[in-house]
């Protein structure tokens, strides 16, 4: 049927004519016959091309979901906690400032009981800046965050970080964070070990916990994936590695 291309291969001439009527070692085509496409693998570069814009999408949705479930975490601790201390202490002190003439004692307790709370209300909104992103890591201080975070979570960790490295504030959340989900949900007293790393044009990174603690997590993939890095979880008898790459800027 005139106008209708075989069903087997296309065949095309490209602007560059030249390089059409060449080879990759830049010798004339057999017979001088331009460049063809065949359609099989065509068809599977668009297909392959659809499934990572599909995935796309699904990771840039989890991203958004697991966003939302964060805040709703914080707003619920800023409820539930901060804001419960906060309004116990302007009620204690009320009574503390009506019991000052009448019973300095009583008033002096209640003093030392508000600066207990104070302390603990001052503890549970650093928590939460943590949980948001610590200042320290736009500063470089990726190491101390991480020694800090397992320490809060319970767990002896062993940290080794080449000493040359020097590691963008994207990157550090990025590897942080990784590092927070498995100090989140490993058991107190689970050995820990992270190593960071660089090699050629990457950053190389590996947690790994003395604990099956599942490889089926998505939230790590999609932040290490989101900047353009990829990351490997393995888990296997009692121990889980999260293994990934970064690229350097």
Known sequence: MPGVLPSASIRCWP???????????????????????DQADEQAALAGLRRE??????????????????????????HEGVQQDLVGLAANLEVAAGS????????????EELQREARRAITEVQELSHRIFPAFLD??????????????????TR????????VSPEDAGAVYFCALDVFERAPDGTLVAVSIRNEEDELLFEITAEYDLGAARRAPHD???????????????DRTTVAGSLPFP
Do not use: C, W, Y
């Open 15 to 37: 602007l560059d004519a030249a390089r059409a009527m060449t080879d990759n070692s830049g010798e004339p085509r057999a017979g001088g016959q331009p460049l063809e496409i």
């Open 139 to 156: 500063s470089g201080g990726l190491v101390p965050e991480l020694r800090a975070a397992a320490s809060r979570a319970g767990l002896p």
């Open 159 to 166: 940290i080794d970080v080449d000493g040359k490295i020097t």
């Open 100 to 111: 000052m003439d009448s019973d300095p004692a009583a008033a002096r307790a209640i003093l």
């Open 53 to 78: 814009i599909e995935e796309l999408r699904a990771s840039r949705r989890r991203l958004a979901l697991a966003a939302d479930d964060e805040r709703r975490g914080i707003e619920r601790a800023l």
């Open 223 to 237: 932040r290490i994936e989101a900047i353009g890095g990829h990351v490997m979880i393995t888990s296997e008898g």
